[in-house]
């Protein structure tokens, strides 16, 4: 009998994974990366009680995609480190460029004192609560804002913790130590640190998948950082396509610097690699 543990997909098999997952998410998975692959399938099939890798693909066909299985799956071949305040250009550009300008335009009633932003792809949340203290530290000190920060993935876990806010020291190793006394409270004696209530009241997070629309009112700022990698030409126009519905004229978008999606973004200008204005 053959040692689940020392199982290796086939190229049958690895081609027939790499189609449901497309299929599935949009996710395109190289048909090259087998030993990457077969190492994330021996965890669900020790996890399943699984004993092959063709009854583990027959149990996820017979799954809807909402169902538990799918997402411990999905996340288990997308897994990326991820950490407040990653790319720290990005960051200094929402908070020396993006957010005076925001205020000043609001000082001057050209705005109203409404921001949306919409962190795509948003994994754990570090990215989102990144965005909530660059959002506050910008305001100040001003009054009657209404701030609105949706973070979206397309895994049911990695919302599930985005949601609660609890960060350990690898994550928090980024953020300025006044913003870590600002925002996030220390959890007893380990290095575990929690939002507060005035960041998490900001945010709200839900499970999308990228390849449909979603149902929210249009957004000031988007971040759609480190998904696109994954994605086929095909399945980075659609995922485009529903996140430019959802954004204002004039808004900006944050992509990753490896996304490999300059060249679809018809009626933006491009301002640095990383950085679109809808026109």
């Not at 993006?98 to 570090?126: I, Y």
């Not at 300025?176 to 998490?200: C, E, L, S």
């Not at 996304?259 to 990383?274: A, C, S, T, V």
């Amino acid at each position: 009998m053959v040692n689940v543990m020392t199982q290796e997909v086939t190229d049958v098999q690895m081609k027939k994974y790499a189609k449901l997952i497309y299929d599935t998410a949009g996710i395109q998975v190289s048909l090259q990366k087998k030993q990457l692959m077969s190492n994330r399938l021996r965890r669900r099939l020790k996890a399943t009680g699984i004993d092959c890798f063709d009854k583990y693909i027959k149990h996820l066909k017979s799954l809807k995609p909402s169902n538990p299985e799918w997402d411990c799956f999905l996340q288990e071949i997308t897994t990326h480190e991820t950490y407040l305040f990653r790319d720290e250009t990005h960051w200094k550009w929402l908070q020396q460029t993006f957010m005076p300008e925001f205020v000043k335009e609001v000082t001057h009633n050209k705005r109203q004192k409404n921001l949306r932003v919409w962190s795509a792809a948003c994994s754990t949340g570090d990215e989102a609560h990144s965005i909530a203290c660059c959002v506050l530290d910008g305001i100040g000190l001003q009054q009657g804002w209404e701030i609105n920060i949706i973070g979206t993935d397309i895994g049911i876990g990695a919302v599930e913790k985005a949601r609660e806010g609890v960060f350990n020291q690898r994550a928090m190793k980024l953020v300025p130590d006044v913003m870590k006394k600002r925002y996030f409270d220390r959890m007893g004696q380990v290095d575990v640190w929690q939002a507060k209530p005035t960041i998490k009241k900001l945010l709200n997070f839900k499970q999308h998948n990228l390849l449909n629309s979603l149902n929210e009112r249009p957004f000031d700022l988007v971040f759609l950082k480190n998904v696109l990698i994954y994605f086929n030409t095909e399945s980075k126009l659609t995922a485009i396509k529903h996140v430019s519905k959802l954004m204002k004229p004039g808004s900006y978008l944050v992509a990753g610097g490896a996304e490999g999606i300059g060249d679809m973004m018809q009626g933006y200008e491009r301002l640095h690699p990383w950085l679109f204005r809808k026109q």
